[in-house]
């Protein structure tokens, strides 16, 4: 099946494709040969009977939200009059968001002068849950490709995608299966004929199933055994080890990083090592949506001198944890406030502020978005707890004004 797919992505006409070919080629295929086998994917409904409260939590959830489908509520940006327009620097280009019968549309003018759209392509689905932006693909011919046109939350408006030079009309990005393995539960590929192609049996954003394994097994057997308490046939990340519990989360936090086994061959539980090369760390690292924050947290003080600190000590993944003070109640469990010399200086009021000093907000140096007006940069926290002089004047600044 695997020689199937090498010999069909031969004949592949995208440039774009040709290069990153191999990344579809081993991926599911392989995995698909033994599908009758084991467990499959059933999607996070089935464990809503038995996981209410997690599961009414859980969706609310970055992690979850991080693909849908293209509808009306999923995209963030605006299609009203006089906000559906991206100009840029060249004058004669422009793109358009549209709302048709059939749905929501990107379409590229070449002239401003034109009423006809020289490309238009339709919001199939959403990347990003929107907290700070989104992107959108599209399908062509049983593939996916990244619009040229994003939303970006901190600007409130639409803006080139990222990496897309201002002014240029690019519709043949392709959207890799790496890419898809961070972004979605569950993507599969087929051959048909000389082609190959991605399944409709998917699972979009992150759900249970993608931390927890598959679960049919599980769902059949507590179906059938009502009376039983402890789950049976799943797969318990609290129970891993400290290093794959980092694993765990290392998969889409530690960067693009190299794959050695296909995407989606991964399973929890399993040292990452063996399925992915991440991305080196360097010490002066900025933090990035596909940086290796696994990889900063591991030079921290506090994760070094520590034998059980991971992502979940501070992370709760089943429920939205966007209350920075709140978050800093997780430092004070291993720091006696008086041991920082802010809350001696200005008071208890500073003790709801360790993230912002000792977690830095620091601009991207990837995910960097170029539009008419200027080029702007995504901001992310450093997972790094270090010690931050900039941003701890930041912090004495605003608790001063007050």
């Not at 699972?203 to 789950?231: D, I, M, P, R, Y």
């Not at 990837?366 to 002089?389: C, K, L, M, W």
């Amino acid at each position: 099946m695997m020689q199937r797919a090498l010999n069909a992505l031969q004949h592949v006409k995208s440039p774009v494709i040709s290069i990153l070919g191999f990344l579809v080629s081993f991926s599911f295929l392989a995995a698909a040969d033994g599908a009758e086998e084991t467990p499959y994917f059933v999607g996070p409904q089935s464990c809503r009977p038995c996981h209410q409260e997690i599961y009414e939590t859980y969706v609310q959830t970055a992690h979850f939200n991080t693909s849908r489908t293209a509808n009306e509520h999923s995209i963030k940006g605006s299609f009203a009059y006089g906000r559906n327009i991206l100009r840029t620097r060249d004058p004669n280009v422009y793109f358009q968001m549209e709302k048709r019968k059939d749905g929501f549309y990107q379409t590229a003018y070449r002239s401003a002068e034109s009423s006809v759209g020289s490309r238009g392509e339709r919001f199939d689905l959403v990347m990003g849950s929107g907290r700070k932006g989104q992107s959108y693909l599209y399908w062509r011919e049983g593939l996916l490709y990244q619009l040229p046109v994003s939303y970006f939350k901190a600007a409130g408006r639409w803006t080139n995608s990222p990496g897309m030079i201002d002014g240029q009309i690019v519709f043949d990005r392709f959207i890799s299966p790496r890419c898809l393995e961070c972004h979605t539960t569950l993507f599969q590929a087929e051959v048909h004929g000389s082609k190959v192609r991605y399944s409709e049996r998917f699972v979009l954003g992150l759900s249970c199933e993608k931390c927890h394994g598959a679960a049919s097994t599980h769902v059949a057997f507590h179906k059938e055994n009502l009376q039983a308490t402890a789950g049976r046939h799943i797969l318990n990340p609290e129970q891993f080890s400290r290093e794959r519990k980092l694993d765990q989360c290392a998969l889409c936090h530690s960067g693009a990083g190299k794959s050695i086994k296909p995407p989606f061959s991964y399973l929890p539980g399993e040292p990452l090592a063996g399925y992915l090369e991440t991305d080196p760390v360097r010490e002066d690292a900025r933090p990035d949506v596909h940086g290796n924050q696994v990889g900063l947290l591991r030079l921290s003080r506090c994760f070094v001198a520590s034998d059980d600190m991971s992502c979940s000590t501070c992370h709760n993944v089943h429920a939205e944890e966007r209350d920075l003070p709140q978050l800093a109640q997780k430092c004070v469990r291993c720091h006696e406030p008086p041991d920082c010399g802010i809350v001696r200086k200005v008071g208890p009021s500073a003790r709801q502020h360790c993230i912002g000093c000792h977690m830095a907000d620091q601009r991207s140096s990837v995910i960097t978005i170029d539009s008419d007006t200027e080029a702007f940069a995504q901001r992310y926290r450093n997972h790094t707890i270090a010690i931050y002089p900039e941003a701890t004047q930041r912090v004495l600044k605003r608790l001063n004004e007050k």
